[in-house]
């Protein structure tokens, strides 16, 4: 929901466990309590996609679970998170885009100790458009209200024994018919590829082929399929730059378009979901226009990349609480 800072310091005196997502100067006014938060402006709502500076996004965890932790992660002990985490429960991450520790998680994440045994979920914190590279993006510990642009901060959450936490992605696109897409290289920025086995600089076979950039390259996982999303072309140095980074020995291949995002969203998304957290990328708000539209009961912050135990990109990550 999206409320003001004056209600939102009532829930956090009131003791309720919040996840909240605003303006910098917004999140500086809360006191010290049960909450962690990331900068964005970006959203969407019960009334549709918005941009807002003036209210605050919450999420209200449920009364019935305990908060084990919060703390920020630098760079280098990210990988202490799985075993921070209870035995039973999830942990919510926030990381300010470009900063160390959003390097570090997205190229390492995958290889931390039981990274996909304990349920992580979270997302990139960034700032409104126009000051991308004037204001850096930041995350709150909410129980000192200490800030940092450089470290993740991260909520542990216990549950009781008869509930289980359930993370979910729901992706929209799907590889496309064209060629197949290695790398030698891994990073978020690429200068070579292999394209269909025969190498390739990786910018000049994007303009030659005259891809358009708003489609990610899609990889599939197991039958998961997981975006990575284009920054953009650098013509000069002749690289292309990503929003995640790209693996070795994985096959990619650009995304199938998808033309009508919300009619294919309400066609596509499981019915009776009601997740206790959700959010979506910002290349899905501003590619598919959803600025004044509806995605259903799915509401949350739309983010500079999204975390279902990994970095994703033009995706959806929800949590949903099941009984057992």
Same mark, same amino acid.
């Given at each position: ?43 969407m ?21 305990r908060?084990?932790k ?17 035995? !039973? ?13 959003? $390097? ?28 991308v ?40 696109f ?17 200068? !070579? ?7 390739? !600089? ?70 009776? $979901?009601?997740?206790i957290?959700?959010? !979506? ?44």
């Amino acid at each position: 929901m999206l409320i003001t800072v004056e209600q939102a310091t009532q829930r956090i005196q009131a003791g309720e466990v919040l996840l909240l997502a605003g303006d910098e100067s917004l999140l500086k006014q809360l006191p010290q309590g049960t909450w962690i938060g990331g900068t964005i402006p970006y959203f969407m709502s019960e009334t549709g996609g918005q941009c807002n500076t003036q209210l605050l996004f919450a999420h209200p965890l449920p009364k019935d679970v305990r908060v084990t932790k919060i703390h920020h992660y630098t760079e280098t002990e990210l990988e202490q998170i799985p075993e921070d985490a209870p035995e !039973n429960g999830f942990s919510v991450i926030i990381i300010p885009a470009t900063s160390a520790a959003h $390097v570090a998680y997205a190229q390492n994440a995958p290889s931390y100790p039981n990274i996909f045994f304990k349920p992580i979920i979270g997302w990139i914190a960034g700032v409104h458009l126009d000051q991308v590279g004037e204001i850096s993006p930041k995350v709150f510990n909410g129980q000192t209200t200490e800030m940092t642009e450089q470290a993740a901060v991260v909520m542990h959450v216990s549950l009781p024994q008869d509930q289980v936490a359930l993370i979910n992605i729901f992706n929209l696109f799907e590889q496309g018919e064209g060629d197949e897409i290695y790398f030698e290289e891994e990073g978020f920025s690429i200068s !070579n590829c292999l394209v269909n086995g025969k190498s390739h !600089n990786f910018a000049q076979y994007l303009l030659e082929k005259k891809v358009d950039i708003k489609y990610p390259l899609v990889a599939d996982y197991c039958g998961a399929m997981v975006n990575v999303s284009f920054q953009g072309i650098d013509i000069e140095n002749r690289t292309v730059n990503l929003y995640a980074p790209v693996f070795a020995h994985t096959a990619y291949k650009i995304a199938a378009p998808v033309e009508d995002y919300v009619s294919a969203f309400q066609r596509a998304f499981p019915e009776g $979901v009601e997740p206790i957290f959700a959010c !979506n990328c910002i290349l899905n708000y501003l590619y598919s226009e959803l600025e004044g539209k509806k995605t259903g009961a799915i509401v949350g912050p739309m983010t500079f990349g999204e975390v279902a135990y990994q970095l994703l990109n033009q995706t959806l990550v929800y949590l949903e609480i099941k009984r057992v």
